[in-house]
């Protein structure tokens, strides 16, 4: 059977025999199939802060874009083309994120020709294939940042330094030292570099490195490792006895020019790379390395692979990697192999390692691609004879292995792609959804406040409300007592505060804009959005500092309730009421607890609900001191169609990893698993 299907005579034999009669049609399909999947559903996601940023940046003049990428943690390079884009494709999601999208498909066809150069036709578009379908480029692909523009000067980079260097082995293979037209035979390398050709090429090269430079900081280890690839392939050519001036002449004069045309943002460039914050994910290598190949392989949406799936790209860069003829052409494996082990070496020698990060392993993508390309094509084409089985079927058994490699590397992806189209664990921040709650409750007396960087670009462009907005804290952060005054003076100014929390441990590691919060206000209700939570707080008066009820109510073995106070003890349908609970525990608890708060209308049905943990999620009740006093704030919103009568305030506790089994609460000799804390009246 697997003769029929993979021998020379079979399916996939005549296939490949048609594939390699009619070359343009596998780059054809492997471009359709990019553009397809990059371009499906490019608007249903909200744009998220970072897209946000890259919009407003675009829209300033070019100075003044200038000016602020300066101080960005980005050269301005994609900015600018963004700049130039949406004058074209205008500023819907799907015409900012189009640019994107149009970039990663031309890093598949560069990744193509890379590998049709490196590994013939077959090669390239296999690589290809695995780059169109990877989730990790796609959803690159995808966001109004830099990275597809990164992935795509990489590709360019590298296609264009491995045609570069093919050059020189085309012109020993010949036996001349001829370049595409060059007479070489004069003795002055210097005129032979500057040749018409020579001056084209290197130009050609040096503005897409520049390009690279201008577009993201991690750039250089792409020329890192074609400088260590050149080196080594100059000891190959020493060993040889190969002519090497005009290699080393070439080299120099393209690392000049390079670095001439970055030499405008070098002094910027420098200073933004050496005072980067290290911010590293304290991991285990072996975590990191298995998610770092699963990204690379399988995509970001793949989630944790199990650890036999890792085998079938496994194998193929066995097969890649295992040694054989012609020394002269060793180059073309090594490209893609130090490609590889010095972007992601990079990221660990660095520091740098977190899934945040993991996004600047774009070109070491394209660089596994075209190793696993690489490792199907050998072994398609390979002789390995298997133990008691003829040429002919040993042929079909490996074929065979290289099909079933590559099908579930392609199989994996497309898993993985459905997840980043449908799985919600994987959308970005949903701003649009968050603005749209927002402008369909707003009322008088409302205020927003944006706690931590770079949200009202992104909120901006979806909010169409009236209410006031307020980013928290001013600038960089840092002056805790002046953001706790500003929140203070919204406080007095509003009925309802909406707090949308981002990122607060870079700018509000102390949490002041929280604490200020909830010590004026009580909190209603809380949602997250992707990453983002939306917080509401209802403006009734300080929480006291004292309970106006006392009580003696033990919730389990350790945890006691000892009195409560209420905002008001009437309310109408749409108003607020703020419950305020005093805690404190007997002995220290070992597990984290929540409360919730409810109100239960006449008929026994729930009304209205708020949970957290303890002082609105501030105070765990692991950390707790015995003997201590907790303050725990409540806030409840009638339904507004909420009908007249007497209204139950209950609380209760539960277990954070155990939601549905409450602690039982004790006290005047009875058990119950809540306790009714009083009732409140609900009048029109």
Known sequence: MAERLIGQGGVAGQIGRVLRRHTWIAPAIVLLLAFAVRFHALEAQSLWNDEGNSLRLAQRSVPDLLDAAGRDIHPPGYYLALKGWIALAGQSEFGLRSLSALQGVLAVALTIALGRTLFGGIGGALAGLFVALSPFSVYYSQETRMYAQLALFSAASMALFARWLESFTTADTEGTEKNRGENLRTSSPFFSAFSVLSVMKFSALALVNAAGLYTQYSFPFTLLAQGILFIAWIAWRRRAGRPLRRAVTGFVLLTVLTLALFAPWLPTAW??????????????????????????????????VALPQLLWPGALLIAALWPGRGRANGWRIALPLIWAVVVTGALFVSGAYRLANLKFLLPAQMALALLLAQGARRLWVCHWRVPLLSARQSGAIVRLLSVMCAVQIVLGNAQALDALYNDPAHARADYRAIAAHLGADERPGDAIILDAPNQIEVFSYYYRGSAPVYPLPRGLGGDDAATQAEVETILRQSRRVFAIFWGEEERDPRRVVQATLDAGAYPVASAWYGDVRLAQYAVLGPAPDMPTVALDARFGDALRLTGYALSAPAARPGDAVGVTLFWTADAPLAARYKVTVQLL????????????????????????????????????????????GEYALVAAVYALDAPHDRLPVTGDGRTASEIILVEITVAR
């Open 271 to 304: 200073q933004q790379v050496t005072t980067w914050p290290r911010t590293g994910e304290d991991l285990a290598l072996g975590e990191q390395l298995r998610t770092v190949l699963t990204w690379l392989v399988y995509g970001n949406t793949a989630g944790k």
């Open 601 to 644: 209308a006449p008929d026994g049905t729930l009304a209205a609900q708020h949970d957290a943990e303890p002082a609105n999620n501030l105070a765990p009740t692991t950390a707790w001191t015995p003997g201590q006093t907790v303050i725990d704030t409540h806030g409840l919103v009638v339904p507004p169609d909420a009908l007249p």
